[in-house]
């Protein structure tokens, strides 16, 4: 497979996982809602998320595919208010997530927490107005202040550059499909055309309530204790932890696959992940992917992390450049916990990233 193509492979498996790809979404049920209150980005057919209850109140929110949101979002559900975690990749799909949530309880958002300062996580706070506190980590606060979630390889691979791509790409599909595959096409058209508007009315706005350590909310009988358990997938990773219902919101600390590496810590990620493996918890609803029980995945993940951080050095202590040197990591001993790993080749962000860290450049 040519480099290009296993870029495109990896690319194109990256965007699954992140949730970020359209799947064709399922037929018009409730029909497109006109509202002029509808920010850009929002438009779309049917149900944008799906609100899985993993404990009373408390509900793991997951894209349908019927309007790019990005990452899962949480909602907690408390005695006078309402708790969501991550606001998803624009304003268009946290005014969804709003609207959707109008669904289960008619009490109002108060808090709002970023788990980290990634685009697809943080890009919708916009939409809340002064009575929602948004708090995050200090970092948090300062990479979103800086710009930094606008820019960078992450943001141009998938939003600079690699949005508009993709509509070219369909378009062109479009013109060739047959009258069958048409309208499927013509859909993930519609989603990534939503997508380009949304991300185009961003005014990215950080959290308004920060902290370093952490913070614990009670409010009625529930208590919320967000975390910062050290460095991780970002400087700043938030751990929302409910001792009560024994649950965890990861963001993407540790995700269902593999966690994006381009902007992380990885020589202190492990320590983090044995801080999250330290608490009483036995549900992790993470930022990308589905709901699982136990700790087994921080184990695999921990075992990715530390070959992954292996290979790379000793490549870079060989001078090779991290752009070949991602297409010579080998993860396919980790295939049985990450069965999207079937060849040779990793996302060459991660390497950029040991290579950063390694040189002390990683902030
Ligand atoms: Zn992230």
Same mark, same amino acid.
């Given at each position: 497979m040519s480099s290009l193509r296993r870029h495109r492979r990896l690319v194109l498996a990256f965007l699954a996982a992140a949730g970020v790809m359209a799947v064709a979404a399922s037929p018009a049920v409730h029909g497109r809602a006109q509202d002029a209150a509808r920010p850009a980005?929002?438009?779309?057919? /049917?149900?944008?998320f799906t609100f899985n209850e993993? +404990?009373? /109140?408390?509900f793991h929110a997951v894209g349908t595919? +019927?309007?790019?949101?990005g990452c899962n979002a949480s909602v907690i559900v408390n005695a006078d208010d309402v708790m969501v975690v991550d606001t998803n990749l624009s304003p268009g799909a946290a005014w969804a997530l709003r609207e959707e949530i109008k669904a289960l309880t008619?009490?109002?958002?108060r808090y709002v927490v970023n788990t980290h300062w990634h685009w697809d996580h943080a890009h919708g706070n916009q939409i809340y107005g002064p009575d929602v506190t948004v708090i995050g980590h200090e970092y948090t606060r300062a990479k979103l202040a800086a710009g930094?979630?606008?820019?960078g390889r992450s943001y141009d691979m998938f939003i600079t550059t690699g949005l508009p791509a993709r509509i070219a790409d369909l378009k062109a599909k479009i013109s060739a499909a047959t009258p069958a595959d048409r309208a499927a096409l013509q859909t993930q058209l519609s989603i990534a055309e939503t997508q380009l508007a949304g991300s185009r009315a961003l005014a990215v706005a950080p959290p308004t309530l920060t902290f370093t350590d952490h913070l614990t909310l009670v409010r009625g009988g529930r208590e919320i204790r967000l975390l910062h358990l050290g460095r991780a997938h970002t400087g700043g990773d938030v751990v929302v932890f409910l001792p009560k219902e024994r649950l965890v919101i990861t963001g993407d600390l540790l995700v269902e696959g593999t966690s994006y590496i381009?902007?992380?810590f990885t020589a202190d990620w492990p320590a983090t992940l044995e801080r999250l493996r330290a608490l009483d918890y036995d549900v992790t609803l993470p930022g990308h992917g589905t709901a699982f029980r136990g700790k087994t995945k921080i184990d695999q993940f921990e075992s990715y992390l530390r070959d992954f951080r292996r290979q790379a050095e000793a490549l870079h202590k060989a001078g090779v450049p991290a752009q070949d040197a991602a297409a010579k990591i080998d993860m396919r001993a980790h295939a049985a916990d990450y069965p999207a790993i079937t060849a040779p080749g990793v996302l060459w962000h991660g390497v950029a990233r040991v290579y950063e860290e390694l040189e002390g450049r990683a902030q």
């Open positions: 980005g929002s438009t779309y057919t /049917g149900k944008a993993v +404990a009373p /109140g408390v595919g +019927a309007l790019a949101v008619p009490k109002p958002v930094d979630s606008t820019r381009g902007d992380g």
